[in-house]
């Protein structure tokens, strides 16, 4: 079964910080990659999807994310991050010749101190 | 288009009470999934379907179960409510099996167990 990893848990920065935030999947087939962003009191909304292609994903908001297939990982990344970022975190794959199921990461909080 | 709608919002049972959470999509999407959110958890899957009248079992379905006698509403039933299930409870729905298949989820359920 696929596996999903966020190594973080909580991240604690001040604006205008650089973040990234690990995500790493188990299975070693063609997948699709997604990051989800979830605001306070809010429902999971997607910030940005990998399918194909260019490994370098641009997403909303100023977030990016690199796929790299030979470390199983797709890390998200923002430059300078806002006290409006503050928010939940979660990486999910799927495996595209299978269910099409996604498989969630625990999440990663991020909280930005204006 | 009012995307992916839950009700209710809020519930609060006894222990052994039952309830139906319904949720209800209107992209004409195959794939209907429910997920139950707690801290530190993340996102676990308690059930899916991938089209009318199909259903199948997440991570985590003891306790529930669920109907979709319509390809639009996918319904998530307590049958005796347990204090282990107090949980957010959130919707998701995709197209399923195509390049289009990231999830938009709903808004949520706040269900308490006392």
């Known amino acids: 079964a696929q596996s999903v990893s966020q190594h973080n848990h909580h991240v604690i920065l001040s604006e205008a910080a650089s973040l990234e935030l690990g995500c790493n999947y188990s299975?070693?087939?063609?997948?699709?990659l997604f990051w989800y962003v979830q605001y306070p009191g809010q429902h999971l909304q997607l910030l940005l999807k990998?399918?194909?292609?260019?490994?370098l994903v641009k997403g909303i908001k100023g977030f990016e994310a690199e796929f790299i297939k030979s470390k199983f990982s797709f890390n998200l990344r923002k430059p300078s991050v806002q006290w409006s970022d503050t928010a939940e975190y979660f990486c999910?794959?799927?495996?595209?010749?299978?269910?099409?199921?996604?498989?969630f990461g625990r999440g990663t909080s991020l909280i930005v101190h204006p | 288009n009012a995307g992916v709608t839950q009700t209710p919002k809020f519930r609060v049972l006894k222990t052994g009470q039952s309830m139906t959470l319904l949720c209800a999509q209107d992209?004409?999407?195959?794939?209907m999934y429910w997920y139950r959110q707690d801290p530190g958890m993340g996102l676990r899957l308690i059930h899916y379907?991938?089209?009318?009248?199909?259903?199948a079992k997440g991570e985590v379905p003891d306790g529930y179960n669920v109907s979709r006698l319509k390809k639009q509403n996918f319904l998530l039933g307590l049958e005796s409510a347990a204090p282990s299930q107090t949980s957010v409870y959130f919707c998701?729905?995709?197209?399923?099996?195509?390049?289009?298949?990231?999830?938009?989820f709903g808004p949520g359920t706040r269900l308490t167990v006392t």
């Open positions: 990998y399918f194909s292609g260019d490994p």
């Open positions: 299975y070693g087939g063609t997948v699709n």
């Open positions: 379907s991938v089209g009318e009248g199909t259903t």
């Open positions: 999910a794959v799927n495996d595209p010749g299978g269910s099409y199921i996604p498989t």
């Open positions: 998701a729905s995709s197209y399923g099996d195509s390049l289009l298949n990231e999830q938009y």
């Open positions: 992209m004409n999407h195959e794939y």
